[in-house]
C-alpha cells in the first residue's frame, strides 16, 4: 500500500508540472528501498507512473551501496524487468574507479561475475591516467586477478597508447604490463614499444628485463627486432645495487 501512495504521489507532482520533485522523491527512494521493494515500484510506475518513471529509478539505484546496486540488478533479471535491469547496469559503467572494485566484488557476491568483466574489459580502453587510476584501487582491494585482467586487455591495444599506459603506471604495474606485452605481441610490436618508451630509462630496462626472461627463441626473436630498429639490448649503466645483468 505505500508503493502504491507513493505511485501516486509521484505522478501527481509530475501531473502538477512539478518534475523536479518527482525526480527527487524517485531518486531517494531507489537507494533506501530494497531491492525485491525496487523492482516492485518499478512495476507500479510501469503502470500508473510517468513515462519512463521505470527505467529511471533502475538508474538511480547506481548511485546508492554498491550491494544495493548488484542485489537490485540481480532482482530486476530475476522478475524480467529488461530495459529496467538493461539502464541500470549502463548506468553502472560509469562507476568512478574508487567504486569499481567494491561494484565488481558486489557483483560476485549477487552470482554476476560475467557483468563485472564486462565492466573492466570496458575501462581497459580508458586513457592511460584513468587506467592507472584503477589499476591503482584494484590493487588497494587485493583484486590483483582483476588488474592481471585489466592489464593483459590493456596490452592488446595500440602500442603508443600501451607506451602512454606505461608511463602512467607505477613501476611495479607497468613491471606487470610489460610482461604482459612480451607475451602476447610480435617481436615486431615489441621493438616498436622499446622506440616508443627509449626515454624512459627505467620502464626500457624492465622491457629487456622481461624480454630476457622469455622462452629462448622468442627472446632472440625480440631482441633482433630492437637491434633492427637500432635500439640497445643492455640495460642502461647504473649503481650495481639497482642493476641486473641480462644472462
Known amino acids: 500500500m505505500e508503493l502504491v501512495a507513493l505511485v501516486q504521489r509521484i505522478s501527481g507532482l509530475h501531473q502538477r508540472g512539478a518534475t523536479h520533485e518527482s525526480a527527487a522523491i524517485v531518486r531517494q527512494v531507489a537507494v533506501m528501498i530494497t531491492p525485491d521493494d525496487v523492482a516492485r515500484l518499478a512495476t507500479l510506475l510501469q503502470e500508473n507512473g510517468p513515462t519512463g518513471s521505470s527505467t529511471y529509478l533502475a538508474r538511480s539505484v547506481s548511485a546508492g551501496a554498491p550491494e544495493h546496486a548488484a542485489a537490485t540488478l540481480a532482482v530486476l533479471r530475476r522478475d524480467g524487468m529488461i530495459d529496467e535491469a538493461a539502464d541500470l547496469f549502463h548506468t553502472l559503467w560509469s562507476a568512478s574507479s574508487a567504486a569499481l572494485p567494491a561494484l565488481l566484488a558486489a557483483l560476485e557476491q549477487s552470482g554476476q561475475s560475467a557483468d563485472g568483466q564486462t565492466l573492466l574489459w570496458e575501462r581497459a580502453s580508458a586513457p592511460a591516467e584513468e587506467l592507472a587510476e584503477l589499476a591503482q584501487h584494484l590493487k588497494a582491494a587485493g583484486r590483483t586477478d582483476?588488474?592481471?585482467?585489466?592489464?593483459?586487455?590493456?596490452?592488446?591495444?595500440?602500442?603508443?597508447?600501451?607506451?602512454?599506459?606505461?608511463?602512467?603506471?607505477?613501476?611495479?604495474?607497468?613491471?606487470?604490463?610489460?610482461?604482459?606485452?612480451?607475451?602476447?605481441?610480435?617481436?615486431?610490436?615489441?621493438?616498436?614499444?622499446?622506440?616508443?618508451?627509449?626515454?624512459?630509462?627505467?620502464?626500457?630496462?624492465?622491457?629487456?628485463?622481461?624480454?630476457?626472461?622469455?622462452?629462448?627463441?622468442?627472446?632472440?626473436?625480440?631482441?633482433?627486432?630492437?637491434?633492427?630498429?637500432?635500439?640497445?639490448?643492455?640495460?642502461?649503466?647504473?649503481?650495481?645495487?639497482?642493476?641486473?645483468?641480462?644472462?
Open 146 to 247: 582483476d588488474v592481471r585482467h585489466l592489464l593483459r586487455q590493456a596490452a592488446g591495444r595500440p602500442i603508443n597508447e600501451v607506451a602512454a599506459i606505461a608511463g602512467a603506471l607505477n613501476e611495479e604495474t607497468a613491471m606487470e604490463l610489460v610482461g604482459e606485452l612480451v607475451r602476447l605481441r610480435s617481436a615486431s610490436d615489441i621493438g616498436r614499444f622499446g622506440a616508443a618508451i627509449q626515454g624512459a630509462t627505467e620502464l626500457y630496462d624492465t622491457l629487456l628485463f622481461a624480454a630476457d626472461d622469455l622462452e629462448e627463441s622468442r627472446a632472440r626473436s625480440v631482441f633482433a627486432a630492437l637491434r633492427t630498429g637500432g635500439l640497445p639490448t643492455q640495460p642502461a649503466p647504473r649503481p650495481r645495487s639497482r642493476s641486473r645483468q641480462r644472462r
